[in-house]
């Protein structure tokens, strides 16, 4: 099955520094990478999702970069604020399978 | 995005009870959702997909019949912890399918066993 990691599993930030997460995976069939954002206590939210036929995506100030051959991708939030201090997960999956997570990241964001 | 409502968000239950936690899908239509456990600072952990008009499909070491689910309607799955204990005490999630491959999660229950 799928195995994928995460690193760092913690991560302090100056706030308006930029903060990068990456996770690498094995299932070279994946083919949909999403990354979820948690908040204390609170569910899971979908902040970006790339699929492999894509090597980068940017929505505002979060962009995840995708390297099919190294397997391996990532999360870039620029112009870091306080609200993006939480638990950042990646996670990846192939077509009819189950999302497999990777271990997560907790951000804080020093202001 | 699309809305999974959860609740309660909390609940406090005394040992050999049983608790109820509702899932619904707000907006869509979801025929298959997943349950999850969460410890305190670790990832998800896959409980079972719940798939409309079917029995749900549990994961290795999760007993089918202490968490029964129910997934009756295509906007709405339950899970319910049956003679809870103490061990049993953990951060509860649902998410649903929405869209493809997007999975959206609703926003937890914590249960508290005593």
């Known amino acids: 099955g799928e195995n994928v990691e995460q690193h760092p599993s913690t991560l302090s930030v100056q706030e308006g520094d930029s903060a990068v997460i990456k996770c690498t995976y094995s299932d070279s069939a994946s083919n949909y990478f999403p990354w979820y954002k948690q908040e204390l206590g609170k569910g899971p939210q979908l902040i970006i999702d790339i699929r492999s036929n894509v090597g980068e995506k940017k929505d505002q100030r979060i962009a995840v970069t995708l390297n099919k051959t190294a397997k391996h991708f990532s999360l870039h939030i620029t112009e870091t604020q306080p609200e993006d201090s939480a638990v950042y997960f990646c996670a990846a999956v192939r077509l009819n399978e189950k999302l497999t997570f990777g271990t997560g990241t907790r951000l804080t964001i020093i202001p | 995005g699309a809305v999974v409502s959860q609740h309660p968000s909390w609940v406090i239950c005394k040992s050999g009870t049983s608790v109820k936690i509702e899932c619904r899908s707000l907006?869509?239509?979801?025929?298959?959702m997943f349950w999850y456990r969460q410890f305190p600072k670790q990832s998800l952990m896959l409980m079972a997909t719940?798939?409309?008009?079917?029995?749900?499909?549990?994961e290795q070491g999760v007993e089918k019949d202490k968490f029964l689910i129910n997934h009756a309607s295509l906007t709405l799955s339950t899970l319910t912890v049956t003679s809870a204990h103490p061990e049993d005490s953990s951060f509860y999630i649902c998410s649903a399918l929405g869209g493809g491959e997007k999975l959206f999660f609703g926003s937890g229950t914590q249960l508290s066993v005593l």
């Open positions: 719940s798939n409309e008009g079917s029995k749900a499909t549990y």
């Open positions: 907006d869509f239509q979801a025929t298959t």
